[in-house]
Every structure is written in structure tokens, then in C-alpha cells.
């Protein structure tokens, strides 16, 4: 009897060359197709030379390779192409059998190509993987939604491949139906996004403001990656601060100060504009990003518009002790304003979401792993009805001991001149969430004046709205109430 596959996989790029190799040195036989058949020939000769491994010329040499129900993964770019394989695969699959799109895709397609393939008698996952070529080899974060009865058919394969935390549990677990997967995995990259922004904003004020060099900045980050801020990104930017070029100098300072994106941190941005969450850390993250690219301007600008000299008298060990804190106060706040997204997308889309699981799938693999994410699941598993993380015991202790050391960073970086934008509204949201009242009352009082958007009152049933006619010349008419 012909030996059949266990999965399919289409697209042998760089994340779906390891990906395979992990699945096959679990065990798992692997048959493989790539839209440019030579790269299937140089893979089967190559890497995966003498290994349990099957090549496909075709999508329809790909299937009938396949065991049922067959489950076909895609990791292929974004966008059309994903559609294109669906509809070129579709005819050669029968009721039950899976297809997987591994890739980044934008939740919202992935809500409707689970409608499209499931109308058609098939099942869909849309799983988020995380942890770039080395996580793919030796094991992502995988995070799978879509059609919950493909679920128990891909997770023996899902959970072997997948990262695991100390005790042996799987970096992997069901997230929820049609487009949660996609969902949370572009929530990940997000947070991604702005830890990202606040280490570089670290260095950016160790740097401009103290002077230090990329070797006194590693040992700083060194002792940063014992503590609370032990993480994949401070580890990594550590190692980025010692590595030298070939004449001996810091690498990084070649580096052109230009930053790309490939869209998955603006999708957070504006899912948190759709659903009125506050995301502003993560926002700031990625118009930090958009200036940064604006490099010939920014180059025109620096020799016409001036700032503050840049100077520091204070103690130097002390205030680096305050940027750690910072730092730490300011990832906190990005990472509670995450989970209100998932919270608030939950509502939306009907996804019964584990907040302390994704947690867990986060703790290992990925990008934003750290030892912090063990803190979110024990919140989580406190209290599962958490509104937001800073309510917390642990992250509260830890921001109000951090309040004082994040104020003086913020306020000495602005005061000379050092943009900080993430450290700075991490700060103004924790003021905005912890406040009682906000202006919005004359903001409301303006719109009513302008627009006759009418206003409630705080001595009156919320719910019950009132115009005002501020001028004496303009109708009773109000306009209709729309709530952000």
C-alpha cells in the first residue's frame, strides 16, 4: 500500500521550509508543493534529503498524496494568493478535509473564508505562527481558529510542533472560531510593535542623553534580561549592541535609521479605531515607524528647526535604573490595552477567547515571549471577568512602584528634546484610565454647540441625552446621538 501523508503543506518559503522539517522530525510524513515546481525538486534533494518527505508537482499530486481527511496547509503571502489556492484546491477535496492558512492574513478574510469553505462542505483553520525561521524549526506559538471540528484533527500535529513552557505544555491551543486565530496573532504582533518601540526609546535616551555606547548599553540590558524584563526582544537587542562590524565598530550605529512594517501593527491600529479601544501605545508604535521613514525629510528639518541642548547633571546609574522602570510600567500598559481589544473583538465576533491561554501560547516561541506573560495568565486565572490588567494586584504594585522613575524619564526625555513617544502616552493613558472625570464634558458641550449633538447630564439617568440652544438663535433640533 502507497505510504500517505499525514499534512500538505504549499509554500516553501522560508517559514515553510522549517515548518516542515519540525513536522517531519516529529514523526509526521510531509508532502509538499510550491507554485514554482524547481524549489519542490531543490527541497525534497536538499534539506529534506533522505527524510519522510513527499514532492508534488501539482495541486491535484499534492492531495490524492494526502491521508483523510486530508489537511492542506498554506503559508503563502497574504492577500489573493490565499484565494487563489483555496479556489484551485477546492475541487480536488472532499467533505471533512481541512485547509490551513498559516500565514498573516487579516482576520476579517479569514471570518470570510471560513464561511466561503465550510458553504462547500470543507473545514478551515486560520492560525496565527509566530517566531520567525528559528520558531518554525524548533517550535512556533501557533495560534488556530476557524472551524472548531478541524480542530481535533490538526492538534496532535499543532501541539508537537509547537513551543513549549517548563512543563511541557504546548505553546498551542484552540483560540476560538472563524478569524480569532488571525485575530489574536495580530494582536501579538502588535504588542510586538510596541515593546519594540519602547526598547528602542530606551536606547534612544541611553544614548542622546547619557552618552553611553552599544557595549555599555549591552551589559545594561544584560542585567535587564535577569528581572522583569527577561524577553526574547531585550535579549536579542542585547546581542545586536555587542556585535561588531568588520572594522571593529557597533554594527548597529551603520544601520540606517529607517524602519519598514509589513501591516499586521496598523490592522491592530485600526481594529482598535473600529471597536473604540484606546490602543494608543500600539498606535503611537507604528506612526513611530511612518516618521521614521520620512528619513530625507527628517534630514531637511534637522538643519532648520531647533530644540533644547542635551544635558544630563543627575546620577547617571540611578536614572538608567528609572528607564527599566519605565520601560517596564510602559510594556504593562501596551499589554493591557491588547487584551481590551480581545475583549472587546470577543463581544463582536461571538469568540469565547482564553485570556490566560493566550498568555500561555505566548510564553513561549515567539516573538513577545517573556517570563512577564506568566503574571497576565495568573491574572487571568484569578479572575477570568478581568476588565484590565492594571486593576490587577500584581501590575498594580509594580506601576505604582514604577510611577515615580516613568514620570522623570518622560518628563527629562521631553525636556530635552528626546521623542518618547510610546513611553509617553503608556503615561497618559494610565492617567486617563485612572481618572475619575476627563474633559470630555466640554467636548460633548462643543459638539452640541457646533453639530447640536446633544449631551448628558450628570444629574440626570444616563441614557437620556439633552440640547442646549447656546447662542439664542438656533432651533430646538437636535441631531441624532452617535456614541465612538
Given amino acids: 500500500m502507497e505510504n500517505k501523508a499525514n499534512i500538505g503543506l504549499i509554500g516553501l518559503a522560508v517559514m515553510g521550509e522549517n515548518l516542515v522539517l519540525n513536522m517531519e522530525s516529529k514523526g509526521f510524513t510531509v508532502a509538499v508543493f510550491n507554485r514554482t515546481v524547481e524549489k519542490v525538486d531543490r527541497f525534497i534533494n536538499g534539506r529534506g534529503k533522505g527524510k519522510n518527505f513527499i514532492g508534488a508537482h501539482s495541486i491535484e499530486e499534492l492531495v490524492q498524496s494526502l491521508e483523510r481527511p486530508r489537511k492542506v496547509m498554506l503559508l503563502v503571502k497574504a492577500g489573493q494568493a490565499v484565494d487563489n489556492f483555496i479556489d484551485q484546491l477546492i475541487p480536488y477535496l472532499e467533505?471533512?478535509?481541512?485547509?490551513?492558512?498559516?500565514?498573516?492574513?487579516?482576520?476579517?478574510?479569514?471570518?470570510?473564508?471560513?464561511?466561503?469553505?465550510?458553504?462547500?462542505?470543507?473545514?478551515?483553520?486560520?492560525?496565527?505562527?509566530?517566531?520567525?525561521e528559528e520558531g518554525a524549526l524548533k517550535g512556533p506559538s501557533i495560534m488556530p481558529g476557524g472551524s472548531p471540528d478541524a480542530w481535533p484533527q490538526v492538534k496532535e500535529i499543532f501541539q508537537a510542533i509547537s513551543a513549549k513552557v517548563e512543563d511541557g505544555t504546548p505553546c498551542c491551543d484552540w483560540v476560538g472560531e472563524n478569524g480569532a486565530g488571525h485575530f489574536v496573532k495580530m494582536v501579538h504582533n502588535g504588542i510586538e510593535y510596541g515593546d519594540m518601540q519602547l526598547i528602542c526609546e530606551a536606547y534612544h535616551i541611553m544614548k542622546e542623553l547619557l552618552g553611553m555606547t552599544p557595549i555599555e548599553m549591552h551589559n545594561v540590558l544584560k542585567e535587564w534580561n535577569k528581572g522583569d524584563l527577561d524577553s526574547y526582544l531585550i535579549e536579542i537587542t542585547r546581542d545586536i549592541l555587542a556585535f561588531n562590524d568588520e572594522d571593529g565598530k557597533p554594527l548597529v550605529e551603520k544601520i540606517l535609521d529607517t524602519a519598514g512594517q509589513k501591516g499586521t501593527g496598523k490592522w491592530t491600529a485600526i481594529s482598535a479605531l473600529d471597536q473604540g479601544v484606546p490602543l494608543t501605545l500600539i498606535g503611537e508604535s507604528v506612526f513611530a515607524r511612518c516618521l521614521s521613514a520620512q528619513k530625507e525629510e527628517r534630514v531637511t528639518a534637522s538643519k532648520i528647526l531647533n530644540g533644547p541642548s542635551k544635558k544630563f547633571t543627575g546620577n547617571k546609574n540611578a536614572f538608567i535604573e528609572d528607564i527599566r522602570q519605565a520601560l517596564f510600567a510602559s510594556k504593562i500598559v501596551s499589554y493591557a490595552q491588547g487584551y481590551v481589544l480581545m475583549r472587546e473583538a470577543a463581544k463582536e465576533y461571538g469568540w469565547n477567547l482564553n485570556n490566560g491561554g493566550i498568555a500561555l501560547m505566548w510564553r513561549g516561541g515567539c516573538i513577545i515571549r517573556s517570563v512577564f506573560l506568566v503574571k497576565i495568565k495568573e491574572a487571568f486565572d484569578k479572575n477570568p471577568e478581568l476588565s484590565n490588567l492594571l486593576l490587577d494586584s500584581y501590575f498594580k504594585d509594580k506601576i505604582e512602584t514604577a510611577q515615580e522613575s516613568w514620570r522623570k524619564v518622560v518628563a527629562t526625555a521631553l525636556t530635552n528634546g528626546i521623542p518618547v513617544p510610546a513611553l509617553t502616552t503608556a503615561l497618559c493613558y494610565y492617567d486617563g484610565y485612572r481618572s475619575e472625570r476627563l474633559p470630555a464634558n466640554l467636548l460633548q458641550a462643543q459638539r452640541d454647540y457646533f453639530g447640536a449633538h446633544t449631551y448628558e447630564r450628570i444629574d440626570k439617568p444616563r441614557g437620556e441625552f439633552f440640547h442646549t440652544n447656546w447662542t439664542g438663535k438656533g432651533g430646538d433640533t437636535a441631531s441624532s446621538t452617535y456614541e465612538v
Fill in 95 to 132: 467533505n471533512g478535509d481541512i485547509i490551513i492558512d498559516g500565514g498573516n492574513s487579516n482576520y476579517e478574510d479569514t471570518i470570510r473564508r471560513t464561511k466561503y469553505v465550510e458553504s462547500k462542505g470543507l473545514l478551515y483553520i486560520g492560525t496565527g505562527v509566530s517566531g520567525g
